[in-house]
């Protein structure tokens, strides 16, 4: 078990390393998907299955297809890559020294310190219970949720819209097909 816990760790980080590196937008929030899967499977290791399959439905499957949907919608993916700015790469060396440097001063500390935690108590994280907390006690933070990220899709319609008078989607559609050849 522990082989299959390091093996999707190294998974983990090394599709959040490929999103972030990843120029293009699609691959980079494929690799995200990736991600959220790898860490699902982890969720489900550590004995965590509702919060496994809520990662898999609201990241996995709504999220990332809402950023795929924007992405495409947009044209992000068409976009030409711009130059970082050269103070980025003067700046970014320091801070992973210190990021590094900081790591290893808490690995350090802790020194084999580390205990094992108490079980919860039975029932805990049940989707019964997950759900009475969530629909009774936090009932109106979840539907202002949904009502932003209903927003955020009527948005991005809105904005990938043409802005053009007068021409209609099936003109748009030809001229793009005809560039393209």
């Not at 990662?55 to 999220?63: C, E, F, K, P, R």
């Not at 992405?71 to 130059?83: F, S, T, V």
């Not at 209903?150 to 030809?174: E, F, N, T, W």
């Amino acid at each position: 078990m522990l082989i299959v816990f390091i093996v999707l760790a190294f998974v983990a980080v090394g599709t959040a390393v490929s999103m972030l590196v990843t120029r293009n937008a699609i691959y980079s929030a494929l690799f995200l998907v990736l991600n959220f899967g790898t860490v699902a499977i982890l969720y489900l290791i550590l004995g965590a299955p509702f919060i496994a399959l809520s990662q898999i439905t609201v990241y996995a499957g709504s999220v990332v297809v809402l950023f795929l949907f924007v992405i495409m919608l947009l044209g992000a993916e068409k976009l030409p890559g711009g130059e970082p700015l050269r103070w980025q790469r003067f700046l970014a060396f320091p801070l992973v020294i210190l990021l590094v440097a900081d790591f290893a001063v808490n690995i350090n500390r802790l020194g084999g310190t580390l205990a094992l935690i108490d079980l919860p108590p039975r029932g805990y994280g049940e989707p019964v219970e997950i759900g009475k907390v969530l629909f009774t006690q936090y009932a109106l933070p979840f539907e202002i949720t949904a009502i932003i990220l209903l927003v955020a899709v009527v948005g991005a319609i809105v904005l990938a819209r043409p802005q053009q008078a007068g021409v209609s989607r099936r003109d748009l559609y030809k001229r793009d097909t005809q560039e393209r050849k």
